[in-house]
């Protein structure tokens, strides 16, 4: 049995997980989530959080599995993309402990993790893959060993998107009440779809011009909040299912799997439904608990990496902040 423990510290969460290559799969899985006071991220302040509570949340991990870190056959990290500060505080955890208890260690690409974990508790065999997050708004879908991109966004992520809007209406944080995103909640009492714009490039969204355009219909007072979220919603999501069903089109694919933060969306699933129920494809959408940032998705990639040979000297382990999903092998795909 190989058991692989993963460090995950792109963004605002500070995970480790624990994970073997026979089922159930998944042995420990502890996170530390960084809430800002107010605004976004702050990459230091997130960083400083996380090494307060990486040495504990280590040991959790090890603890509740009742492992010993000798039983432990390497350790992988999440070496990017993400937010620079935070990410050095995994890495150079990561490093410290394979070096120190001469482990190999294994790099894990972040949005690469998203996409494994989601196959794992999904089952889907070979999907085209949503991924929308925070930090990103892509569709991809494996091709000639690696995850070619079929669409992204031009500019902010639909989750940046969303969290920036309801921010400077006032409706948060917190973003996310009992699982319901704030534009959500709030869209529910819309009625009204109003002129802004929906813009769809080729197969690229864009989100910038309705966030600023919808931003100033709020501050004028030209329409209320209820139906410019409600407006906001319809437009945002109908350019991901515009681009996904495209994506499905060219690449023949028929699975579609959503990850990332943004996939709990239950509005956003019931379009996805609609659209892929009329080309006769399977919609598998990852559960919230794993859809969100943790140390699992790395350490079940690092596992994925570590059978396929792939390891990385601790002193060539260096954070890559724009580390892309198109940038890596992936030699599980053959
Ligand atoms: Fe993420």
Known sequence: MVIV????????TFGVGLVRDEAPYIISDVRENYLPE???????????????RAPQAIARALKSSSLGIESIDAVAVALGPGLGPCLRVGATIARALATYFNKPLVPVNHAVAHIEIGKLVTNAKDPLVVYLSGGNTLIAALISGRYR?????????????MDTFVREVGLAPPYVVNGVHQLDRCA?????ILNLPYVVKGQ???FSGLLTAALRMYREGRADLEDICHSVREIA???IVEVTERGLAHTGKNEVLVVGG?????YLREKFELMTKSRNCELYVVPPKYAVDNGVMIAWTGLLNLKHGITIEPEEAYVKQRWRLDQVDIPWSK
């Open 204 to 206: 690229d969204v864009s």
């Open 149 to 161: 991109i079929f669409g992204e966004t031009l500019d902010i992520a639909l989750g940046n998107f």
């Open 38 to 52: 107010k605004g976004g991220i702050h990459p230091r302040e997130a960083a400083l959080f996380f090494m307060d």
């Open 5 to 12: 423990l993963g460090i995950e510290s792109t963004a605002h």
């Open 188 to 192: 529910e009492k819309g009625r009204r």
């Open 262 to 266: 943004v996939a709990a969306s239950k």
């Open 237 to 239: 999501y109908s350019a």
